[in-house]
């Protein structure tokens, strides 16, 4: 079975600098994707950025990059000058490139934005 | 454009009481659907899931159920509610191809008194 796991509980960092968030899966698949979601309090889930297993070119949304290691299998998030509104939980999540596949989720992660 | 619909979005309901939760997708057609059980504000469970009219798979065996009367409409109930089945639910939709995960609903925040 698929594990995403997140190993970082909690996180924090200065309005306008960077952080990374961490994320690591387990899977015999070679053909997968993975997502990073976002929770801000009203907790409506909303997707941040995707990566296909195929792509080597990390995905890139803006502030938000991916660092995408498929033989590590790991996923980091960076979120490139923080700003208030990027505080929230947020979600690592693995599927298979099959149609009607579930998505497997890790803990998440809740950041914290300084001003 | 594609939308979801989730209602309730706070239910507060005793001990020993029915359930029913509903999700209706529009602008698509024979969705994906997925029912997931959010607590504590950590990661989400999924409960239940469907590719289609009356076909439902079980993820977790537990006090609820899931049916899908339409093909837009999921709905998730229960005959009677336990305390443990507090919790912030979520449905969400895709199509049949993975690339584009999931869009959520808005959650249904539930307590059991």
């Given at each position: 079975a698929q594990t995403v796991t997140q190993s970082q509980p909690e996180m924090s960092v200065q309005e306008a600098e960077t952080v990374t968030l961490s994320c690591t899966y387990d899977t015999s698949e070679s053909d997968y994707y993975l997502f990073w979601y976002k929770q801000p309090p009203s907790r409506q889930m909303i997707l941040v950025i995707r990566q296909e297993a195929y792509k080597q070119q990390n995905a890139t949304e803006n502030r938000f990059s991916v660092n995408f290691q498929k033989a590590a299998k790991s996923f980091s998030l960076k979120i490139s000058d923080?700003?208030?509104?990027?505080a929230a939980m947020y979600f690592c999540a693995y599927v298979r490139e099959t149609s009607g596949s579930r998505l497997t989720f890790g803990e998440g992660t809740q950041l914290t934005v300084n001003p | 454009s594609q939308t979801i619909h989730q209602w309730p979005a706070t239910l507060v309901q005793p001990v020993g009481s029915p359930l029913s939760l509903e999700c209706t997708v529009e602008g698509t057609s024979n969705p994906n659907l997925y029912w997931y059980r959010q607590a504590a504000g950590r990661g989400l469970q999924l409960l239940f899931y469907s590719v289609g009219i009356g076909q439902i798979s079980s993820e977790v065996p537990q006090n609820l159920s899931a049916s899908r009367p339409q093909d837009r409409q999921f709905i998730l109930s229960s005959k009677k509610l336990l305390l443990s089945d507090s919790g912030f639910y979520l449905c969400a939709w895709t199509t049949g191809?993975?690339?584009y995960g999931y869009t959520f609903g808005s959650g249904t925040r539930l307590t059991v008194v």
């Open positions: 923080s700003q208030l509104g990027d | 191809f993975s690339l």
